[in-house]
C-alpha cells in the first residue's frame, strides 16, 4: 500500500497566495499513476479551493495518515510556512492559523513520522513552503541545531530555514521543478524515480543565488515515487552481459551493422547489410544516447561502424552489466 495526503493553501486572510493549489493537483495527478497509466499513490487531495484547511482539518488529515500498515506514506504540503522567533518552532499554517494556533507543527508531524516505524517501511515529507528547511530539527542544543530522523524517514524541503520559497509562472519555483521530475526527468536509465534524484535534479536546475533546497533521510533502500517507461528497453538491460561477456569487452562492429552509410556507401557496396547485426547495433546506439556504451577510436558510432572499430561499455554501463549478471534488472 502506498498513500499520499497532498496539500495547497493559496486563500489566506493575509498574505493570499497563487500557485499552491495548481502545485497540490499537479503533484497528485502525477502521484496517481506511473508514467504507463499503473496504480502508484492512492491520493488524498485538500486544497483551499474545495474545502477550508482548518487547524483541525490539517491535523486531523495528517494523522490519519500515519495510522494503520502502509509501505510508503507521502505528505505534499504547499502553503505558507512560519517559524516562531521565540520558541524556533516551525509550522505548516492552516488558514485559520494565527500566533499561539499556527496549524501543523514540524515537531509533531516529524514525531508522527518517526513514530510510524516500523508500521510504515517509509515516510517521504515534502514541503514547499518558507523557511521548510528548519523541518527535522529540534531545538537547539546551544548554538548547535540538531536533526532527529527516524528510520525509513525522508525529508525533501524547497529551501533552507532562513529562506522564502518562490512563486513562479502559476507554480511554485520549487515544485515546478518537482514537476518536472516527477514526469521524467530525475528517472534513471529503469525508470525509476526517487526523492534523491528528484533532489538531484532540483539541486542541479537551481542556482547558487537561488533557494536552496534541502534533502535529509535515515533510510536503508531508496523509495520509488513514480516509475516512467525505461531510457533503455530492460530486454536490452538483462542482455548486457550476454552481448559484453566481460566488462571490458569491445564488440566489434563493421559495415554490415550500419544500413546508412552516407558518403561511405560508394565504397562499401559489396558489403552486404546485416539485419541481425543492425538490430544489436540499434541497441548499442540506445546504450550510447544514454552514457553506458562508447566507441572505440571514433568520435560517434556511425563512424565506429563504417570504419570497423567497435564500442565498450563506460563505467556506467559496467554496473548496469553487473546488475544483468547478478539478475537485479
Excluded at 100 to 125: E, Q
Excluded at 156 to 178: K, M, P, W
Aim: proline residues 5%; negative net charge; contains cysteine.
Amino acid at each position: 500500500m502506498k498513500k499520499a495526503l497532498v496539500i495547497g493553501i493559496d486563500d489566506y486572510n493575509d498574505a493570499p497566495l497563487q500557485a499552491c493549489v495548481n502545485d497540490a493537483i499537479a503533484v497528485g495527478g502525477l502521484l496517481e499513476t506511473n508514467g504507463d497509466g499503473s496504480p502508484n499513490f492512492d491520493v488524498r487531495l485538500l486544497t483551499s479551493n474545495n474545502l477550508t484547511i482548518t487547524s483541525e482539518v490539517l491535523l486531523d488529515a495528517i494523522q490519519e495518515l500515519f495510522q494503520g500498515d502502509a509501505e510508503v506514506v507521502l505528505l505534499y504540503f504547499a502553503g505558507h510556512g512560519i517559524i516562531n522567533a521565540e520558541t524556533n518552532a516551525g509550522y505548516l499554517v492552516s488558514q485559520d492559523g494565527r500566533r499561539g494556533s499556527w496549524g501543523a507543527s514540524f515537531s509533531d508531524i516529524l514525531t508522527l513520522a518517526n513514530g510510524a516505524y516500523p508500521r510504515v517501511k517509509s515516510t517521504v515529507i515534502v514541503i514547499d513552503n518558507c523557511q521548510s528547511g528548519a523541518f527535522g530539527e529540534l531545538p537547539p542544543i546551544g548554538a548547535t541545531l540538531v536533526s532527529a530522523i527516524g528510520t525509513g524517514v525522508t525529508i525533501l524541503t524547497a529551501c533552507n530555514r532562513d529562506q522564502s520559497s518562490v512563486e513562479f509562472d502559476g507554480h511554485g519555483l520549487f515544485t515546478s521543478i518537482l514537476i518536472d521530475s516527477l514526469r521524467g526527468s530525475s528517472a534513471d536509465i529503469s525508470g525509476r524515480i526517487t526523492p534523491a534524484s528528484v533532489y538531484a535534479h532540483v539541486d542541479q536546475t537551481l542556482g547558487s543565488w537561488e533557494q536552496r533546497p534541502i534533502y535529509k533521510a535515515n533510510v536503508h533502500s531508496f523509495v520509488k515515487l513514480r516509475e516512467v517507461p525505461p531510457k533503455i528497453a530492460f530486454e536490452t538491460l538483462r542482455r548486457l552481459h550476454v552481448i559484453f561477456p566481460e566488462p571490458t569487452s569491445i564488440v566489434k562492429l563493421d559495415p554490415s551493422f550500419e544500413p546508412d552509410r552516407g558518403e561511405e556507401t560508394a565504397r562499401l557496396s559489396s558489403i552486404a547489410v546485416d539485419e541481425d547485426n543492425v538490430r544489436l547495433y540499434r541497441e548499442l546506439q540506445s546504450c550510447n544516447r544514454h552514457g553506458l556504451v562508447v566507441p572505440v577510436d571514433q568520435p560517434h558510432m556511425w563512424h565506429a561502424a563504417v570504419y570497423a572499430t567497435g564500442c565498450r561499455l563506460t563505467a556506467v554501463g559496467a554496473h548496469y552489466r553487473k546488475l544483468a549478471e547478478m539478475k537485479r534488472i
